[in-house]
């Protein structure tokens, strides 16, 4: 743990965050909804990743928190509205910001763009090996993927602590 603005928060536990990953990048958690029929369930699958590394939700105004299907944040499921809240977060749960290909590490988060500046698909760091990064996702689900093997616009990395 540790003290933020006066806040007490907790380390993120990337082995935790990699280990949840591969549990569930195939099935789904029941004690989250499935967003696979109603936009797609990849940022949900991230943000119970980072829950689980973070093990904090942050219920302050915009916030970022699941109690069930119909009261969450949208930051929970939303892909954009999810890196809103990383990037401009200064109290509870998961912070993060912009860092190049270079400086990823496991429990990381990567989002991608399919077209034009619209970032639709998120996805956690499970495995870093020598240049290859292998990632899992929902949506299209994805255990250990190469990310090499996706065809996108444009791409994000965002380092969490």
């Known amino acids: 743990m540790h003290t933020i603005y006066g806040v007490i928060c907790m380390i993120y536990d990337r082995k935790k965050v990699v280990d949840y990953a591969l549990k569930w990048a195939l099935d789904r958690n029941p004690a989250y909804y499935n967003y696979d029929n109603i936009g797609g ?9 980072l829950f689980v590394g973070k093990n904090q939700m942050n219920y302050r105004g915009y916030g970022w928190y699941y109690r069930n299907a119909n009261e969450k944040s949208p930051s929970w499921t939303g892909v954009e ?3 809103d809240f990383l ?10 910001r912009l860092i190049t290909r270079n400086e990823l590490e496991i429990g990381d ?7 034009s500046n619209i970032y639709g698909h998120s996805l956690i760091v ?11 996702a929902h949506s299209i689900d994805s255990k250990n993927r190469n990310l ?6 444009k791409i994000r990395f965002i380092k969490i602590s």
């Open 41 to 49: 369930d990849c940022t949900n699958f991230i943000s119970q990743c």
């Open 81 to 83: 509205f999810l890196y």
């Open 87 to 96: 990037i401009n977060n200064k109290y509870e749960g998961p912070q993060g």
């Open 109 to 115: 988060l990567i989002q991608l763009s399919f077209k």
């Open 126 to 136: 499970t495995e870093i090996d020598e240049n290859d990064i292998y990632i899992c």
């Open 148 to 153: 090499e093997t996706y065809e996108y616009e």
